[in-house]
């Protein structure tokens, strides 16, 4: 028989969603859940126990706008699952309503994500343009802003160097979801493991520069996942680029010529 846990399991994956850590600069498909601008809410008094049911609770409300509440249902569930009361719905009901639950809150979830989608690409599309009108900003032929604020003396990363970089990253509306600096530490990586528009910018700075970038949603995460349509601010510190390891000399095989 289903436990409650199946039931849970709707929500607490919208939790751990909103729990992971936010890197635009990572693959797509780890990309986070977009931040948002709702002020914090002020600590709470309640002790541990009633935090996670608060929770819980405050998490399958959200969920449970997609279909009408009935709390008596609801509450006569948890109550008996609880207690290990037999329940009133077959596996086959149980599954079933399960099922249909989940197609409800990802149909909503749908709407909900195409209608963000679609506001970020009005707003990102002003905001390119208004850019590209403010003295210092280049547009490269990708469609990549940048302005130089500190210009670089070393060298210029290749596609396949790693960079170590402090960076921080916000939405066209200031939200900040992402910061190295915030992190206590530069970020590592490939110059050519990253998204488009950070490859493509690497390349044009040189280790010590410092520039802010506005990169399209053609550079970035393009019209899928949590960040669709979403224009990405960054300022970008290159600290350091260091070559690829060259691969060791083949050592010489038998009855080959010295």
Sequence with gaps: MPRLTSFLAISTTTLLALAAPVNAIDAAETAPAKATTTPAAPASTMDANAKMNYALGYQLGK?????????????????????GAKS???????????????????GQRAKLQAAAAEKAKTDGQAYLA????????KTTASGLQYRVLT??????????DTVSVQYKGTLVDGT???????????????????????????????????????????????????????????????????????????????????
Excluded: C, H
């Design 63 to 83: 969920d449970l706008t997609a279909t009408e509440l009935r709390s008596d249902a609801l509450l006569k569930g948890v109550n008996d699952g609880r207690s």
């Design 130 to 137: 208004a850019n590209a009108k403010k003295p210092g900003v």
């Design 176 to 258: 900040e979801f992402d910061s190295s600096y915030k992190r206590g530490q530069p970020a590592s990586f490939p110059v050519n493991g990253v998204i488009p528009g950070w490859t493509e910018a690497l390349q044009l700075m040189q280790e010590g520069s410092k520039v802010e970038l506005a990169i399209p949603p053609a550079l970035a995460y393009g019209g899928e996942g949590p960040l669709a349509n979403q224009v990405l601010l960054f300022e970008v510190e290159l600290l350091s680029a260091t070559p690829a390891a060259k691969a060791p000399a083949e050592a010489p095989k038998a009855g080959d010529s010295k």
């Design 88 to 106: 009133q719905l077959s596996d086959a009901e149980m599954q079933a309503s399960l099922q249909e639950l989940q197609q409800q809150i990802n």
């Design 151 to 160: 210009p670089g003396k070393g060298r210029t990363p290749a596609p396949t």
